[in-house]
T-cell receptor, first 110, second 121 residues
Framework: EDQVTQSPEALRLQEGESSSLNCSYTVSGLRGLFWYRQDPGKGPEFLFTLYSAGEEKEKERLKATLTKKESFLHITAPKPEDSATYLC???????????FGKGTMLLVSP | DAGVIQSPRHEVTEMGQEVTLRCKPISGHNSLFWYRQTMMRGLELLIYFNNNVPIDDSGMPEDRFSAKMPNASFSTLKIQPSEPRDSAVYFC???????????????????FGPGTRLTVT
């Protein structure tokens, strides 16, 4: 059974204080790893897809990286508007569905 | 595009009543997913359709839950009878599987609707 574990559950940062969120996974052959952002009262919003170990993708202050066992979402010089819950999900090779982690709730204070 | 549309946004009902949640996927997408989100269990897949056909309903909790997709632009999730433990946020998501629909070698992004917050008292 595929498993996704995200840590920490919650993270509080000061504006400008860089940090990383972790997503550890076990899957029988990774087809893709996905990062989503979810704001309160809204549905998850797609951010990145990573396909193979060593791959990196960037979007504004966010950079996602992937190894064979985990993915990191690096947040550089965060702003209050980066506050949200960040969800990680995996798609196993041979399957069309995603398995989600429970997310990391990020709060960036001004 | 308006994105995935869900209705109602909020539903409050009494135990034992029937609840119907509705979803309009993004035009051109051929896959539709129903999820349930709670604090305890996170985001769980209930069922997904490909080309309007249910492919995997193993996440449907019990017979009280049913889902239909009569055409490419509409799907419903029904709970009958509802129970307090069904209280959660229900999301619909859609996607486009680029290789033959049922191909399992595709990788794709799912686009989520705003969700329906269901409260059963």
């Amino acid at each position: 059974e595929d498993q996704v574990t995200q840590s920490p559950e919650a993270l509080r940062l000061q504006e400008g204080e860089s940090s990383s969120l972790n997503c550890s996974y076990t899957v029988s052959g990774l087809r893709g790893l996905f990062w989503y952002r979810q704001d309160p009262g809204k549905g998850p919003e797609f951010l990145f897809t990573l396909y193979s170990a060593g791959e990196e993708k960037e979007k504004e202050r966010l950079k996602a990286t992937l190894t064979k066992k985990e993915s990191f979402l690096h947040i550089t010089a965060p702003k209050p508007e980066d506050s949200a819950t960040y969800l990680c999900a995996v798609q196993a090779r041979g399957y069309s569905t995603l398995t989600f982690g429970k997310g990391t709730m990020l709060l960036v204070s001004p | 595009d308006a994105g995935v549309i869900q209705s109602p946004r909020h539903e409050v009902t009494e135990m034992g009543q029937e609840v119907t949640l509705r979803c309009k996927p993004i035009s051109g997408h051929n896959s539709l997913f129903w999820y349930r989100q709670t604090m305890m269990r996170g985001l769980e897949l209930l069922i997904y359709f490909n080309n309007n056909v249910p492919i995997d309903d193993s996440g449907m909790p019990e017979d009280r839950f049913s889902a239909k997709m009569p055409n490419a632009s509409f799907s419903t999730l029904k709970i009958q009878p509802s129970e307090p433990r069904d209280s959660a946020v229900y999301f619909c998501a859609s996607s486009f599987l680029s290789r033959g629909g049922l191909s399992t070698d595709s990788s794709y992004e799912q686009y989520f609707g705003p969700g329906t917050r269901l409260t059963v008292t």
